[in-house]
């Protein structure tokens, strides 16, 4: 157990679809992240939150839109996805002080399939 | 462009060898650099190298970064089955929230 939860674990839905994917730190961080990993890709960047700011919006597009309510909670909102979009989707936490990211502790991950 | 390449993308070892597993990197104000270990699904955090030269030690696991010549490795020694998954490595920036990462190398240990 990381300390960083996700739910769902796995998740089917159709393009016309609206769902929302949930993270959860108890690791008193500050700053979390979102990240999607597709097969035989590096992991991407997509959002970066610090104290309930968005500091970093990878070029996603706006069929994913987060939502940070306070440095526990993140949210992924997904609507009108697309195929390619199938992913696993990984949540992570870190302390960050200033400008300074120190290492991230990830959650479990959402297996999502858009069919 | 930044760049985090690992190498190899893959290997298969069987139990007992030493597997070395290379990181190197081309970026803009860097930080430190990171490596995972992922299994099923979530990495699990390994080691963070800030300075060159500098041995970190894990149990059988060892990291070291080299700040002029631009790379890291992972020593894993008298491989077990259980130390089978991908590794990931990755960089951090100075005033920068970014975290780039390598695509992996998948360690298969047989027994």
């Known amino acids: 157990e990381t300390g960083v939860t996700q739910t769902p674990r796995h998740l089917v839905m159709g393009m016309t679809n609206k769902k929302s994917l949930k993270c959860e730190q108890h690791?008193?961080?500050?700053?979390m992240y979102w990240y999607k990993q597709s097969a035989k890709k590096p992991l991407e960047l997509m959002f970066v939150?610090?104290?309930?700011?968005?500091?970093e919006n990878n070029s996603v597009p706006s069929r994913f839109s987060p939502e940070c309510p306070n440095s526990s909670h993140l949210f992924l909102h997904l609507h009108t996805l697309q195929p390619e979009d199938s992913a696993l989707y990984l949540c992570?936490?870190?302390?960050?002080?200033?400008?300074?990211?120190?290492?991230?502790?990830f959650g479990p991950g959402t297996r999502l399939t858009v069919t | 462009e930044d760049k985090v390449v690992q190498s190899p993308l893959s290997l298969v070892v069987h139990e007992g060898d030493t597997v070395t597993l290379n990181c190197s990197y081309e970026?803009?104000?860097?930080?430190?650099l990171l490596w995972y270990k992922q299994e099923k699904k979530a990495p699990t955090f390994l080691f963070m190298l800030?300075?060159?030269?500098i041995e970190k030690k894990s149990g059988r696991l060892s990291s070291i970064l080299d700040k002029k010549e631009l790379f890291s490795i992972l020593n894993i020694t008298a491989t077990q089955t259980g130390d089978s998954a991908i590794y990931l490595c990755?960089?951090?920036?100075?005033?920068?929230?970014?975290?780039?990462f390598g695509a992996g190398t998948t360690v298969t240990v047989r027994a």
């Open positions: 992570a936490s870190s302390q960050a002080s200033g400008a300074t990211l120190y290492e991230q502790y």
């Open positions: 690791l008193g961080h500050n700053a």
């Open positions: 939150y610090n104290f309930k700011e968005q500091t």
């Open positions: 970026v803009t104000n860097f930080r430190s």
């Open positions: 800030t300075s060159s030269g």
């Open positions: 990755a960089v951090t920036y100075t005033n920068d929230y970014k975290l780039s």
